[in-house]
């Protein structure tokens, strides 16, 4: 998981306690630890408040947020999986 290894290592870098993260982000610190284990999904809205207590572009949280969710849904579908996101990718070039 990018999104839960990066926000630890960040974490960890700038010697927060989970605490201080867990009331920036209106939670309890047992649910903050979910969050950093994987055991719990973090919401989106929670992605801008963690990127400005890490001085970090919000960008590049949830990209690697984002990531963690997209593989969470194509995980289980080995065989199409490849096929599902180089179709998803084309998608997006047309979109944008």
Same mark, same amino acid.
């Given at each position: 998981?990018?999104?839960t290894e990066? !926000?630890?290592? &960040? ?9 201080? *993260?867990? #009331?920036?982000?209106?939670? /309890? ?11 719990r ?5 929670? !992605?801008?408040? &963690? ?8 960008s590049? *949280?949830? #990209?690697?947020?984002?990531? /963690? ?5 194509v ?22």
């Amino acid at each position: 998981m990018l999104f839960t290894e990066k !926000i630890k290592e &960040l974490r960890i870098q700038l010697q927060m306690p989970q605490r201080l *993260l867990a #009331t920036a982000l209106g939670i /309890d610190t047992a649910t903050y630890c979910k969050i950093e284990k994987g055991e719990r999904k973090a919401k989106k809205e929670q !992605i801008l408040i &963690l990127s400005e207590m890490f001085h970090i572009e919000t960008s590049t *949280l949830l #990209t690697l947020w984002l990531a /963690d969710k997209v593989t969470d849904i194509v995980s289980n579908e080995h065989q199409v999986a490849s096929g599902a996101l180089s179709m998803a990718a084309e998608n997006l070039k047309r979109v944008n």
